[in-house]
């Protein structure tokens, strides 16, 4: 089933009867889409988010059959802590997504060393600079409260995060919320990608997501759906 509302946030929902399902078809329209990034410029760029939703969908990515040596794989957002934290997003990826075929990607991390996550989130924002931008892919996720990415809607300088001619690929988040500090892209580079996938599953998430899109106060989702170029992909399963 599919539908497209176009009310101010622009998507198109793809409803899946159970997860498998969803993480194999969401990896299909993934790997088509970095296949045809690596054609035209050669390399291609994803950016995924952490959590624990997007397991299935990692293991069912990385069977695909894509040149993943010329595919580089980042992160939507991070927490402020070691890859060796159980909290970390790059952990994640390193167990579910960096496996099979895709071992021979390059990973580029958010987290690294430094004195303080201000520190950290300057010398992200200089490094990924390096990257070939645009963004071919991003996937994000969604929490109850209708966050994405590290956008929580407690989060200090939120309007600076969510500000969409932002020159900024990385900022610092802090947010009571969000437990501890956080490293996350900014909407502005978010929105410049080729190709926006929303995962969500679950009915609390449905029902948050349907609440995010319903006239009323903005959650963070609903600012990536309404100041998205092209309608985002949001694949959902019970």
Do not use: C
Request: proline share 8%.
């Amino acid at each position: 089933m599919a539908r497209e509302q176009l009310n101010g946030a622009s998507y198109n929902w793809n409803a899946f009867p159970d997860r498998p399902q969803l993480a194999a078809a969401l990896a299909g329209r993934v790997a088509d889409r970095l296949t045809k990034a690596i054609a035209v410029r050669g390399t291609a760029v994803l950016a995924v988010s952490g959590g624990t939703t997007p397991a299935k969908f990692f293991a069912a990515l990385s069977a695909m059959p894509i040149a993943w040596d010329k595919v580089i794989v980042t992160l939507v957002d991070e927490r402020f802590v070691p890859a060796s934290s159980p909290r970390s997003n790059a952990g994640l990826v390193a167990a579910n997504l960096l496996q099979n075929a895709a071992k021979a990607a390059r990973f580029v991390p958010l987290y690294h060393e430094a004195s303080g996550i201000e520190d950290a989130a300057a010398s992200d924002d200089a490094a990924l600079r390096s990257l070939p931008w645009p963004l071919d892919v991003v996937v994000l996720g969604m929490g109850p409260d209708g966050h994405t990415a590290s956008f929580f809607p407690d989060a200090d300088d939120l309007a600076k995060l969510l500000d969409p001619a932002s020159d900024r690929i990385i900022l610092p988040v802090h947010a009571a919320s969000a437990g501890e500090p956080r490293l996350t892209l900014t909407l502005a580079r978010i929105i410049d990608a080729g190709f926006i996938a929303l995962h969500i599953e679950g009915e609390d998430k449905r029902a948050a997501f349907d609440g995010a899109v319903a006239p009323g106060p903005r959650k963070p989702i609903r600012a990536v759906l309404d100041a998205a170029p092209r309608p985002v992909e949001v694949f959902w399963a019970p």
